[in-house]
């Protein structure tokens, strides 16, 4: 009994916290600078805006989170790799943050066959101390890219 009454409280929680996300989100717009919200009074900021469904960069507190970025021009996983890295670095330190400041990193593999070359680049790029990271091969990644990166930073 006492597992359901807390699986229920916990819900609860979930449920009040999913409906403040929707109003958050709702009252947002893709150009919008800031918004405030409830979690300890930080506030939530489109640092770059992205196509209308999706925010390129968003700040949090002093936390960065940068949207995936491919790789749209002709050339291997090396030249794709090193391309969305140095597209992330300009949007890090456009944001005020850096490479070695990213503390979690997604990358999404068009074809696993290009592990070893992706990671061949990308140990080149954030220093003594990597982030947490976790590397998957999709189905595809859009716009022909051999790779997607997403990062999570701090500013």
């Known amino acids: 009994m006492t597992i359901k009454t807390n699986r ?9 916290v999913a409906a403040a996300a929707a109003g958050l989100a709702a009252a947002s717009s893709s150009t919008s600078a800031q918004v405030r919200t409830p979690a300890g009074g930080a506030t939530k900021k489109i640092l770059k805006p992205g196509n209308g469904i999706y925010s390129a960069a968003v700040a949090y507190g002093n936390l960065l989170f940068l949207s995936g970025a491919g790789y749209h021009e002709a050339g291997d996983i090396k030249v794709h790799t090193k391309g969305v890295l140095d597209q992330i670095q300009q949007d ?11 503390l979690k990193c997604n990358v999404y593999l068009a074809d696993l ?3 070893d070359g992706m990671n061949e680049v990308y140990r080149t790029r954030f220093g003594e101390e990597p982030p947490a990271r976790t590397t998957v091969a999709v189905a595809g ?3 022909n ?4 990166i997403e990062v999570i930073a701090y500013i």
């Open 8 to 16: 229920r409280k916990f819900l609860g929680k979930g449920a009040t």
């Open 92 to 102: 890090l330190e456009a944001a005020g943050s850096s490479m070695t400041k990213v």
């Open 113 to 115: 066959k290009d592990y």
């Open 141 to 143: 990644v859009p716009g």
């Open 145 to 148: 890219s051999l790779v997607e």
